[in-house]
């Protein structure tokens, strides 16, 4: 029974991955190597550490793909029903993650060490914190490629809507439906922390608090201390900037 249960497992992800599939028999092309360099660079911490035990060459892909993969993905169909990636997109982006993280997760200490790389100049771990809780929608503690794709689906292709729930959603820390002045403090202060000390111009210590106040003063229609959900939809769709912003992720793919 488990040998069979194995076998399927074998199948989805070979199917994901496309490495059985005739129409992704090619390499991926330059632009989908991108793509992949892209998403995919923040979870290259994942891979098995390198003291690896002493097992025979021919071995090795084989402990990869039935010993340490703890976590599955879904079905290639499945997953194109529940996001809004082709097929190929899919396997592209699921064949990366898997080379880049073996155990079909990532945790968020190594989601914090891979933000880090790119913001070297500062220090990127709350923010990391908060974008990870983000993507981790059933809190367990987990990113797996569901999760992933569920973001990136939202992010690049979903609608306007649906990409400002997923911004509120990162700004309200404690998931309570409202964006308080104090989670909002939080999440500038951590974009200030994330961009370092030796910016040009130089940041002001003020500047975190003015940008909230100015949030509010945009975003709080009744005044009564904290941003709903539908103060801060209503707010961005008429905010021209913020509307050309989200437009710029349509061709990220």
């Known amino acids: 029974m488990r040998g ?7 199948s989805d992800s070979r199917d994901l991955d496309g490495s059985y599939d005739q129409l992704t028999s090619n390499p991926p092309g330059h632009a989908k190597k991108a793509l992949k360099q892209r998403f995919l660079k923040l979870l290259s911490c ?17 402990e990869f793909e039935l010993s ?20 190929k997109e899919l396997q592209v982006l699921y064949r990366g993650f898997k080379n880049e993280c073996p155990s079909g997760i990532v945790n968020e200490d190594s989601f914090k060490q891979i933000y ?7 220090d990127s771990s709350t923010y990391a914190t908060f974008l990870f809780n983000a993507f981790d929608t059933d809190h367990d503690g987990s990113v797996s490629f569901e999760d ?3 973001g990136l689906s939202i992010i690049l292709r ?26 909002m403090l939080d999440i500038m202060k951590s974009i200030y922390d994330m961009m370092g000390k030796y910016t040009y111009p130089a940041m002001r210590d ?9 949030f509010f003063q945009k975003m709080d229609r009744n ?13 961005c769709q008429k905010d021209e900037n913020i509307m050309n912003s989200m437009k710029f992720f349509d061709n990220v793919i």
């Open 4 to 10: 069979k249960e194995r076998k399927e497992s074998l």
């Open 46 to 62: 994942c891979r098995q550490p390198k003291s690896i035990p002493s097992v025979s060459e021919n071995s090795i892909e084989d």
């Open 68 to 87: 340490t993969v703890c976590h599955r993905p879904e079905g290639l169909d499945q997953l194109q029903q529940q996001s809004k990636f082709t097929r």
């Open 116 to 122: 880090s790389q790119f913001f070297p100049q500062g």
């Open 148 to 150: 992933f794709v569920a």
């Open 158 to 183: 979903g609608t306007i809507d649906d990409r400002l729930n997923w911004a509120f959603n990162l700004y309200d820390l404690n998931k309570d439906g409202c964006i308080t002045k104090e989670e």
């Open 206 to 214: 003020e500047a975190p608090q003015e940008h909230v106040e100015n």
């Open 223 to 235: 005044k009564d201390g904290v941003v709903t959900i539908e103060e801060f939809i209503e707010s």
